[in-house]
Nanobody
Framework: QVQLVESGGGLVQPGGSLRLSCAAS????????WGWFRQAPGKERERVLC????????YYEDSVKGRFTISRDSAKNTVYLQMNNLKPEDTAVYYC??????????????????WGKGVLVTVSP
């Protein structure tokens, strides 16, 4: 069975950092593309980044570029989202997702093939 489980969320002050984890069961990381999305209260889910395992490229939304970074640990079968210089507008439930290797739904903004249940990040003084 395939499963994605996010962790690492919580309350952080503006300017602080958090690292989210996405533990993947039933996946081989290099066989999928990976994405992080978020949904703020009262808003629709939005894309944060898309990471391709085909060519190693990553697309970051302008709102997080230079502050957020995706990484992975194949030995732990885990994808990470390092978030630095957090702002109140980063407050949201964060979701990791997996997409078929030759898919393009993440970059097209349609979403992912598989989703975790999400983890809450709150940025507040």
């Amino acid at each position: 069975q395939v499963q994605l489980v996010e962790s690492g969320g919580g309350l952080v002050q503006p300017g602080g950092s958090l690292r989210l984890s996405c533990a993947a069961s039933g996946f081989t990381l290099d066989h999928y593309n990976w994405g992080w999305f978020r949904q703020a209260p009262g808003k629709e889910r939005e894309r944060v980044l898309c990471s391709s395992s085909r060519d190693g490229s990553t697309y970051y939304e302008d709102s997080v570029k230079g502050r957020f970074t995706i990484s992975r640990d194949s030995a732990k079968n885990t994808v990470y989202l390092q978030m630095n210089n957090l702002k109140p507008e980063d407050t949201a439930v964060y979701y990791c997702g997996a997409e078929a290797l030759y898919g393009s739904s993440c970059l097209l903004g349609y979403g992912m093939d598989y989703w975790g249940k999400g983890v809450l990040v709150t940025v507040s003084p």
